[in-house]
């Protein structure tokens, strides 16, 4: 059965911290994994990973895919209270399905 | 990009009552995704919709509790039929497009 497992479920941190969030997979015929944020409804999205160790890179965002072992970490630094919020994980197969984890969601204490 | 019109953007109704979503894009997409979040959950998929054929439903939802309509590439309507207090959830609508998926704004529904 395709899955998507992340980890942690949730994470409060203070600003300025640092913080990691893992996103590992099991899906037949991979294409894509993508990380979104997700504050209130719509989730938005952050980045679109296809290969191994690439980091893409977004400002204090960065994220980087290890195809081997499944798994595929979002890293932020110098934390803000504006990127509270859920952070989802979804992997893309070759028939266009999107599988999503169940999120991970981030508390920023100032 | 594509840009994905949903409403209504929140409703409560009575339970018994049925709610129509409407999703409109503003390209031609063959596929469009209906997924429903419950609170505290991920994103589960409920159905695929094609325009000019039937649906396709995932385990644990039924056309007659969910059905859906796709008239054309470009629009498509998800019905929450006879509402229970279980089906309080955000609804939400997804095409993929390019590298991405891209979501519709939203509907937050509360059955009371």
């Known amino acids: 059965e395709d899955k998507v497992v992340q980890s942690p479920l949730s994470l409060v941190v203070h600003e300025g911290d640092t913080v990691t969030l893992n996103c590992s997979y099991e899906?037949?015929?991979?294409?894509?994994l993508l990380w979104y944020k997700q504050e209130k409804k719509a989730p938005t999205f952050l980045f679109m990973l296809?290969?191994?160790?690439i980091e893409k890179k977004s400002g204090r965002l960065s994220s980087i895919l290890d195809k081997k072992e499944l798994f595929s970490i979002l890293n932020i630094t110098a934390t803000q209270t504006g990127d509270s919020a859920v952070y989802l994980c979804a992997v893309r197969n070759t028939g266009n399905q999107f599988y999503f984890g169940t999120g991970t969601s981030l508390t920023v204490i100032p | 990009s594509a840009v994905i019109s949903q409403k209504p953007s929140r409703d409560i109704c009575q339970r018994g009552t049925s709610l129509t979503i409407q999703c409109q894009v503003d390209?031609?997409?063959?596929?469009m995704f209906w997924y429903r979040q419950q609170p505290g959950q991920s994103l589960t998929l409920i159905a695929t919709a094609n325009q000019g054929s039937e649906a396709t439903y995932e385990s644990g939802f039924v056309i007659d509790k969910f059905p859906i309509s796709r008239p054309n590439l470009t629009f498509s309507t998800l019905t929450v039929s006879n509402m229970s207090p279980e089906d309080s959830s955000i609804y939400l609508c997804?095409?993929?497009?390019?590298?991405?998926?891209?979501f519709g704004q939203g509907t937050r529904l509360t059955v009371v």
């Open positions: 296809t290969s191994s160790g």
């Open positions: 997804s095409v993929p497009w390019n590298t991405e998926a891209f």
């Open positions: 899906v037949t015929n991979f294409r894509s």
């Open positions: 390209s031609q997409v063959t596929m």
